[in-house]
């Protein structure tokens, strides 16, 4: 069983920067490919990234491409999120996600085995 905790959210004005970091335990996380999903206060859950289990492929919504860069660092058990350039609309509570590594990018919330509990981003105009 994994676990997995986000952390390093907070409030950040309008063109800000934050990096998130996601931390498992229980499992190593090298045998997962990891995703972010993020919701907003009245808005369905959005995905966001997904990093492969080696960190060698990564793929982007169009809404953050360009913005955020997903990293990994396998030996620390850790996934990152760089957030660049935030805008009020990029607010909202950030999750990681684990599932077996080949699992497909495109898989949803529901299809990923792990999820964390959530970190909340605030960007102010």
């Known amino acids: 069983q994994a676990r997995l905790v986000e952390s390093g959210g907070g409030l950040v004005e309008l063109g800000g920067s934050l990096t998130l970091s996601c931390v498992a335990s229980g499992r190593a996380l090298s045998q997962y490919g990891m995703g972010w999903f993020r919701q907003a206060p009245g808005k369905e859950r959005e995905w966001l990234s997904h990093?492969?289990?080696?960190?060698?492929?990564?793929h982007y919504s169009d809404s953050v491409k360009g913005r955020f860069t997903v990293s990994r660092d396998n030996a620390k058990n850790t996934m990152y999120l760089q957030m660049e350039d935030l805008k009020p609309e990029d607010t909202g509570v950030y999750y990681c996600?684990?599932?077996?590594?080949?699992?497909?990018?495109?898989?949803?919330?529901?299809?990923?085995?792990?999820w964390g509990q959530g970190t909340q981003v605030t960007v102010s105009s």
């Open positions: 996600t684990a599932a077996p590594r080949g699992s497909s990018w495109t898989l949803t919330w529901e299809e990923y085995d792990y």
């Open positions: 990093i492969t289990w080696l960190g060698k492929s990564t």
